[in-house]
């Protein structure tokens, strides 16, 4: 079970899921690295989940952060140049919200196979934000 708290973890930072030319460029990745940093400390200001048990409650706290965090960035306007992986990397959050219930659900109910599923989608949600990310300089919006 120490994996799924783990997935807990990664879902934290998954709040924070955010990423040319010039100026416009870096004003766009300011502004979404901080929007990034302030919602990553929402979360980790909920706490980490020390059980199974835990983990539902912690998802739904954490979920509605998750989709004020989203909604956030997807206000922000990216250079066009980055607009295609920004979005992507937005899509990619975004699909770790249902594994994040799915994986409480699981949690809840004991099941083994459900959770490891779960933590499965979550984990590879995450990699793609992260990477996409990465590549577009959104530094504080890269789960760590």
């Known amino acids: 079970m120490r994996r799924t708290i783990g ?10 899921g955010c990423g040319g030319s010039g100026s416009g460029k870096e004003k766009f990745q300011k502004q979404a ?7 990553d400390a929402k979360i980790k200001a909920l706490g980490t989940p020390s059980t199974p048990a835990d983990i539902p409650k912690f998802v739904d706290d954490a979920v509605p952060i998750i989709q004020q965090g989203v909604a956030e960035l997807r206000a922000l306007k990216p250079p066009q140049e980055l607009a295609g992986d920004y979005n992507r ?12 219930q799915r994986l409480a659900d ?6 083994v196979a459900g959770v490891q599923k779960a933590l499965k989608e979550g984990n590879t949600a995450n990699q ?4 996409l990310a990465t590549k577009i300089g959104l530094s504080e919006c890269a789960a760590d």
């Open 7 to 16: 997935l807990a973890l990664v879902l934290v930072c998954l709040a924070a």
């Open 89 to 100: 990397m937005l899509d990619e959050t975004e699909k770790a919200i249902p594994a994040a």
């Open 128 to 131: 793609n934000s992260n990477r």
């Open 106 to 111: 699981a949690a809840s109910k004991n099941d």
């Open 33 to 39: 690295n901080a929007v990034c940093k302030r919602y």
